[in-house]
């Protein structure tokens, strides 16, 4: 089974506009992180935000949001106000707790923001 | 501060060929990854080390060896290059539950 699944291979959004990126987990261990990253065109890998299976609120980093459903073992990423420079490849990754330091990256979610 | 630096970041082998992709981080982080990066794949983690003396296999190991020199270093070998090994390769470091901070990446073909 995939550990971190998104569903959208691709997602257009006007700018301005809010968009979310799906993105669903399968961990039976209590204790996880989730993360989201974001992969330009030239390639380097930037951190967005973190989310923590015990944290009671939603993360938030400037536009960036978490809609974090533990129930559903949902991580979605809502971008506010999108602008051009938004339009890049996306990845929800999650490490599990219990010792390890493994962490498992989803295939990704390539957003483009139309003018 | 540097970050994470990986060298080379570009490097082109014949099938049968052997290389070491060398990685250095400067933030004093105890664990080290390596991943590959292939269209409609995402990454996918190859050998990742906790900490300094340890290693561990990670989804995709075949093919390829690790050494954790010291706190620093983390370097991916592959001891005969195959043209299934075509790939980009990140190397990342992060603190035992931060995020990860990734090199520029090395863009490998194996003819």
């Known amino acids: 089974a995939q550990k971190i699944t998104q569903t959208q291979p691709g997602m257009f959004v006007q700018e301005k506009e809010a968009v979310t990126l799906d993105c669903t987990y399968d961990?039976?261990?209590?204790?996880?992180?989730l993360f989201w990253y974001k992969q330009p065109s030239s390639g380097e890998m930037i951190f967005l935000i973190y989310?923590?299976?015990?944290?009671?609120q939603n993360a938030t980093e400037g536009r960036y949001s978490l809609n974090f459903q533990k129930a559903r073992k949902s991580a979605n990423l809502v971008i506010s106000a999108s602008q051009l420079g938004d339009s890049a490849m996306y990845f929800c990754?999650?490490?599990?707790?219990?010792?390890?330091?493994?962490?498992?990256f989803g295939t990704g979610t390539k957003l483009q923001v139309i003018p | 501060n540097a970050g994470v630096t990986q060298t080379p970041k570009f490097q082109v082998l014949k099938t049968g060929q052997s290389m070491t992709l060398q990685c250095a981080q400067d933030m004093n982080h105890n664990s080290m990854y390596w991943y590959r990066q292939d269209p409609g794949m995402g990454l996918r983690l190859i050998y990742y080390s906790a900490s300094e003396g340890t290693t561990d296999k990670g989804e995709v190991p075949n093919g390829y060896n690790v050494s954790r020199l010291n706190k620093r270093e983390f370097s991916l070998r592959l001891e005969s290059a195959a043209p299934s090994q075509t790939s980009v390769y990140f190397c990342?470091?992060?603190?035992?539950?931060?995020?990860?901070?990734f090199g520029p990446g090395t863009r490998l073909t194996v003819l």
């Open positions: 990342a470091s992060s603190e035992t539950w931060g995020e990860q901070f």
């Open positions: 990754a999650m490490r599990e707790g219990s010792g390890y330091q493994k962490v498992t």
């Open positions: 961990t039976s261990d209590p204790s996880y992180g």
């Open positions: 989310q923590g299976s015990y944290d009671q």
